[in-house]
C-alpha cells in the first residue's frame, strides 16, 4: 500500500506539470464573407512526432489548442457543405500564441484548398513583447564559456553587460524550463548554470540541450513571480528521425597572441579550456514514445599572475645600515620585510 501511496504521489505530480509554458494555437472559422462558422473540425498534426490534436470549433467559430510542443504542425479544417482547408507547418514558439485565420469557400465537389500557414497566422491575443531565440541560432551561435544566458543578450531591452531587462535589476526575472520554476532564492537569478557561493554551477545546462528560448520583456499575467522580464527555455526531445551531435571546443594559449604586459620573449601564461560533449535523440515507437539524451563536460587550466614591487639590491643595502645605526641586528631581518621594519621601541638608539 505504500509503495502504491507512493507511485499516485510521484505520478499525480507529473500530470499537474506545467509543460513548456503558454504554447498555444488559437484561432478562428469563418467564410468567404467573414461571417464564423461553428461546429467546424479542427485537427492540427505534428509530422516529426505524429502528435494529433481534433477539437470543434464553438459557436463563435474560435478553436484553441493549448500546451503544444514547440514544432511544426499541420492544420487541417472540414465542415460539412465547405472545401477542406489544409495550412501546413503553423509554427509555435515558446510562450507565445499563433493565432490563425481560417477561411472555408463552398465546397465544388471533393476541393482541398491548401494555405501558405505564414500568410495566416497572426499575434492578436497578447500585449506582450517576446523575443525568441529559435533552434538554428541556439545551435549555431558562438558562446564564451558555452553559457545559455550569453543569448539573452540578443533580445531587445537586454543590458549587454547584464541580463537586466529595460533597466530592472536582473533579480527581477522569472526564470523557467520548459514552464517550471528555475530560480535561486538566494541569487536572485537562474538555478541553472549560476556561479554560486564557490564559482562552479552545481548544475550544467548544455546549449544541446536547448531548443529554443524566449524572452517577454513586458510579461503577460500569466507569467507570473517577478516584475521584470519572464525567460522560458524549452529543452530538446526524440522525434521520428535519429538525430545527435557530437562537438569539442577548444581554447589554448599557443593560439593566443602575447599580452603587452609580459617581459619579451617570455611565454604567455597558461590558459587552456576543453569542452566536449554530444546529443543524440529518436523514436522507441514511432509516433508515441521518443528519448532524448545530452551530455557536457568542461575542463579548464588558468595560471593567473599578479604584478609586484621588489625592493631593489642596492635599497636593501641602504636599509640595514640603517638599521644597523640603530642596534638592530642585521642578521634578523630579511629583505622581503625591510620595506617595512623600523626601529624597535624597547631598543633605545645608542648614545653620540
Known amino acids: 500500500m505504500r509503495a502504491l501511496a507512493l507511485i499516485l504521489v ?54 484553441l489548442f493549448a500546451e503544444l510542443p514547440v514544432g511544426k504542425f499541420n492544420l487541417s479544417v472540414t465542415h460539412a457543405g465547405f472545401a477542406i482547408s489544409k495550412y501546413d507547418k503553423v509554427e509555435v514558439a515558446v510562450s507565445k500564441t499563433t493565432n490563425v485565420i481560417v477561411s472555408l469557400g463552398v465546397a465544388q465537389q471533393a476541393a482541398t484548398v491548401e494555405v501558405s500557414a505564414q500568410s495566416v497566422s497572426l499575434e492578436t491575443t497578447s500585449s506582450a513583447l517576446i523575443g525568441v531565440v ?41 526564470c523557467q524550463i520548459d514552464g517550471a520554476d528555475n530560480n535561486d532564492a538566494f541569487h536572485y537569478s537562474s538555478a541553472v548554470n549560476q556561479g554560486g557561493v564557490s564559482g562552479i554551477a552545481g548544475t550544467l545546462l548544455p546549449v544541446e540541450a536547448i531548443d529554443q528560448f ?9 507569467a ?20 545527435g551531435a557530437a562537438f569539442y571546443f577548444n581554447r589554448n594559449e599557443a593560439f593566443a597572441e602575447a599580452s603587452p604586459l609580459q617581459a619579451a620573449g617570455s611565454k604567455p601564461r597558461v590558459v587552456r579550456s576543453n569542452q566536449y560533449g554530444f546529443s543524440v535523440g529518436g523514436p522507441i515507437i514511432k509516433n508515441k514514445t521518443f528519448f532524448f539524451a545530452t551530455g557536457e563536460a568542461q575542463k579548464a587550466i588558468a595560471n593567473n599572475s599578479f604584478a609586484s614591487t621588489h625592493p631593489s639590491d642596492a635599497w636593501v643595502a641602504d636599509a640595514r645600515n640603517a638599521l644597523g645605526r640603530y642596534g638592530v641586528p642585521v642578521s634578523q631581518v630579511s629583505p622581503s620585510t625591510c620595506a617595512r621594519f623600523g626601529p624597535r621601541a624597547s631598543t633605545p638608539p645608542p648614545a653620540r
Open 224 to 243: 507570473g513571480r517577478n516584475g521584470g522580464a519572464s525567460v522560458n527555455l524549452v529543452i530538446k526531445s526524440g522525434t521520428n528521425a535519429l538525430h
Open 134 to 174: 529559435g533552434p538554428k541560432l541556439v545551435a549555431d551561435l558562438p558562446m564564451n564559456g558555452r553559457d545559455f544566458r550569453q543569448m539573452l543578450k540578443l533580445t531587445p531591452g537586454v543590458s549587454p553587460t547584464s541580463t537586466s531587462v529595460n533597466g530592472m535589476r536582473a533579480s527581477g526575472n522569472n
Open 10 to 63: 510521484v505520478f499525480g505530480g507529473l500530470y499537474a506539470q506545467t509543460f513548456n509554458g503558454n504554447i498555444t494555437i488559437t484561432g478562428t472559422v469563418q467564410d468567404a464573407s467573414g461571417a464564423t462558422i461553428p461546429g467546424a473540425a479542427v485537427k492540427i498534426e505534428s509530422p516529426s512526432t505524429g502528435l494529433t490534436r481534433l477539437t470543434l470549433a464553438s459557436a463563435t467559430g474560435e478553436f
Open 214 to 222: 524566449s524572452v517577454q520583456t513586458n510579461a503577460s499575467a500569466e
